[in-house]
């Protein structure tokens, strides 16, 4: 039998960890809400969630988001947030009712605590510039508060592993008469973006919050000297992951990234299935193409389901907000300084741009069947140990001259005024 990865049994290892957290703690309480008032929570975050849509995992982080823009706008401490901060989420059926150990409130007191800790002593900046960064803090904040409460212990498993392994396979070509040459730590930093972003479609506040957490290995514990210090360079420490998020070959890493995230996401659901038997199952190509075939056509199906509930979601959103808009705007416009109202005219713009939405989403064409045999190829090559390994070069653009520059800016500025014009 092949030899399964050193990365990959290390892989292993954290699903079997996440595997025993889930077994109930003894002589721990969880958390307990009133059914009734979290059932008329649901619904009423259900009813946002058509008109406010997102992808599925970053629904309950906005949630978050809103909820603690509301607290922290009162200016009370963590003591007096972490409890009815973290029932209300609960009522509104974010988080599991009877499933989160009253510590955890602790936890999320402490953590409030380190960013009001923050946002009251920051260095002043301008108006603006404050104004950007306390927004930052509080999706930073967002993000920790549900890890805390539900921790994606499988998916940060499988991001780490994807960087190990992509970090092995891009190599970047560097033309050096034009760009410095592209240090080690800074290209497994943009890989590991990559992976987030291709892997599970996570936004800049989640990346820019793992991101701290590597730069600050203690980030949940941080000392009051390390808080100070990072509250002094809190503009610089923001702008640096901004550079990071905006590199110049970001977009080349993610792409690489992206064709190769298929098998990797099978991988996980094929040893999240039994995580202590995945050492055996995974050692039998035999049992693990089996394997890889049926989790390929369970996510398939989930796919279309997801592409059916995006058509149908987005649909209903535009032509709410498109009846909104002609009640709010458009009629009273039409009715009182234009003196007219067309009805016909009003009916094609409310009934159009819903339509169009709903065909561009039904336009996505799930991927073709000989995909299937690449994904399994793929699967075998990372998890079994190989001495030849696939290698995927990023060759960076040539850098443009002045002259390059103000033709473009020419041509650019001269095609606005023309459209526009």
């Given at each position: 039998m092949p030899e399964i990865s050193q990365p990959t049994q290390k892989l292993i290892q954290k699903y079997q960890d996440w595997q025993k957290s889930l077994e109930p703690k003894e002589g721990v309480s969880s958390i307990h809400v009133d059914e009734v008032a979290s059932a008329v929570a649901v619904f009423y975050e259900k009813i946002r969630g058509v008109v406010d849509w997102r992808e599925e995992h970053l629904l309950r982080r906005a949630a978050i988001e809103r909820a603690?823009?509301?607290?922290?706008?009162?200016?009370?401490?963590?003591?007096?947030?972490?409890?009815?901060?973290?029932?209300?989420?609960?009522?509104?059926?974010?988080?599991?009712?009877?499933?989160i150990g009253e510590t955890k409130i602790d936890e999320v007191k402490a953590?409030?605590?380190?960013?009001?800790?923050?946002?009251?002593?920051?260095?002043?900046?301008?108006?603006?510039?404050?104004?950007?960064?306390?927004?930052?803090?509080?999706?930073?904040?967002?993000?920790?508060?549900?890890?805390?409460l539900a921790s994606p212990f499988r998916e940060k498993a499988l991001i780490e592993y994807m960087t190990e392994l992509m970090s092995e396979r891009i190599?970047?070509?560097?033309?050096?008469?034009?760009?410095?040459?592209?240090?080690?730590?800074?290209?497994?930093?943009?890989?590991y973006i990559a992976a987030q972003r291709a892997l599970f479609k996570l936004d800049s506040p989640i990346i820019s919050y793992y991101l701290l957490q590597k730069k600050y290995p203690d980030w949940h514990s941080l000392e009051q000297p390390q808080l100070k210090e990072i509250s002094d360079n809190i503009y610089a420490i923001r702008q640096r992951i901004e550079r990071e998020l905006?590199?110049?070959?970001?977009?080349?890493?993610?792409?690489?990234?992206?064709?190769?995230?298929?098998?990797f996401l099978i991988l996980g659901d094929v040893i999240s299935e039994a995580?202590?038997?995945?050492?055996?199952?995974?050692?039998?190509?035999?049992?693990?193409?089996?394997?890889?075939?049926?989790?390929?056509?369970a996510r398939l199906q989930k796919l279309k389901k997801r592409i059916g509930k995006a058509a149908l979601f987005a649909t209903?959103?535009?032509?709410?907000?498109?009846?909104?808009?002609?009640?709010?705007?458009?009629?009273?416009?039409?009715?009182?300084?234009?003196?007219?109202?067309?009805?016909?005219?009003?009916?094609l713009n409310i009934i159009i741009p819903p339509l169009l939405m709903f065909f561009l989403v039904l336009t996505i064409r799930p991927p073709r069947k000989e995909n299937l045999e690449r994904v399994i190829m793929e699967v075998m090559k990372i998890v079994h140990k190989t001495d030849r390994k696939?290698?995927?070069?990023?060759?960076?653009?040539?850098?443009?001259?002045?002259?390059?520059?103000t033709v473009v800016g020419l041509f650019y500025s001269f095609t606005f005024l023309l459209s526009f014009g």
């Open positions: 603690l823009k509301r607290r922290l706008f009162l200016k009370k401490t963590g003591e007096e947030i972490a409890e009815p901060f973290v029932l209300e989420l609960i009522r509104a059926g974010h988080f599991p009712n009877d499933r953590a409030l605590n380190k960013y009001l800790f923050l946002l009251n002593n920051t260095p002043p900046g301008g108006k603006k510039s404050k104004l950007r960064l306390n927004y930052w803090l509080v999706s930073i904040a967002s993000c920790e508060i549900e890890e805390i190599e970047v070509a560097e033309r050096k008469a034009f760009y410095r040459p592209l240090p080690t730590e800074e290209k497994n930093t943009q890989i905006k590199h110049r070959l970001s977009e080349k890493f993610y792409k690489i990234c992206e064709r190769q995230d298929t098998a995580p202590f038997e995945a050492s055996k199952n995974l050692a039998n190509p035999e049992l693990l193409e089996s394997s890889v075939r049926n989790f390929y056509q209903i959103s535009i032509f709410i907000t498109k009846i909104l808009v002609a009640l709010s705007l458009e009629i009273p416009f039409d009715k009182y300084v234009l003196g007219y109202f067309n009805y016909q005219t009003m009916g696939d290698v995927y070069t990023i060759r960076a653009p040539r850098k443009k001259g002045i002259i390059m520059q």
